[in-house]
């Protein structure tokens, strides 16, 4: 196994091959059942094998998913967006993520004729060799020489990078909603952060991309630069879309609409309709049942729940993000993060699949009583860790 869903590293025990899912818990291929706070790393958002989200995507499969051009799903699907994204005017659908923030590059570049894209430092934006790390195996150095790196939440260090790459050679700045990168703790993105990029882009004429990718659809319907009052030109999202069906869209502004619409792009999959329907589904169905203030409760209840665990326990521990994105860590557990696989491992020995070192995702399945649940064994995992050690 390769990349972020590989387990080699892991406690012995924490499942690597699944076998289905089901609301809030999955099933490993040796029959063993958890209770899942990873979400399939955020694409399921209101539960496995949503029965409403199945059926919308089944009836549009069976009469022909993949056509010779898009069905009217793609229609009524932009249309939802654009009316639900207040900065959004057009949609273009692709299938991942890394197909959106690469659509969302290539669509700010053709609008300004420029090459340089600026980038939070540790920030994921896909597998595409811009948004890598210039050691990435595989890479060429040409290929990174186009980006610039900041920190997140310090515009000092924004200024920085538009002084290096030069003020009219910068087609689009991209940005995470918050810092959710591995390893560390997530951090809020501050009101002037988010505020002084939009700022930066008017002024040098760059494009603002949010990479909603990981995100969208948890934290605001809008976009989730909303609750700072910031509105990027270019938007990339993903995951939850479509419950677990493949699909990722660029929203856009209208100035943009028409470099969009020169760029080279295309998939053989990408206008499938089936995904669109269940996307249709999913957002319906978010919508009428208030799922993101569900997710906020639940997951709020879920980190307050651990932080009196770990104190009980006798452990230190942070525990960061939104209550949708959850993330617990052992402060003083780099570089090996050995507690944290311990703890994890544990986790997955007593039936709740969670991450040590990637953030976590709650689904509007995740009710109290799963919460509820979730905690009594995360407890055991605590007491484990603690005999272990
Ligand atoms: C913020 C962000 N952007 C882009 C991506 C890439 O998405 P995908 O893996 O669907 O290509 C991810 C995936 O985790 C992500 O979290």
Redesign the pocket.
Known sequence: MYG?LSTARFADDYPQFFARGEGAKVWDVDGREFIDLMCT??PILLGHAHPEVDAAHNETAARGDVLNGPGPELVELAELLVGQVPHADWAMFA???????GLALTTARAASGRSKVLMARN?????DAW?LPAEAPGTTAEEHLNTVWFDYNDLDSVEAAVLEAGEGAIAAIVC?PHR?DVYTDQVPAERAFAQGVREICDRVGAALIL?????GLRIDLRGSWEQHGVRPDLS?W??SLANGYAL?VLLGAEPYREAAGKIVATGSFWLAGAPMAAALKTIDILKATDGIATMETQGTRLQEGLRAQAQEHGFEVSVSGPPAMPLLLFPDDAPDFAKGLAWSGHCANHGVYLHPVHNWFLSTAHDGAIIDAALERTDLAFADLKRAL
């Open positions: 972020h790393f955020g299938k991942n993520g890394t197909d959106a923030t920030s994921y934006h896909g597998i948004a995470t959710h990479d909603d990718v990981r995100c990339a993903s995951k990722a």
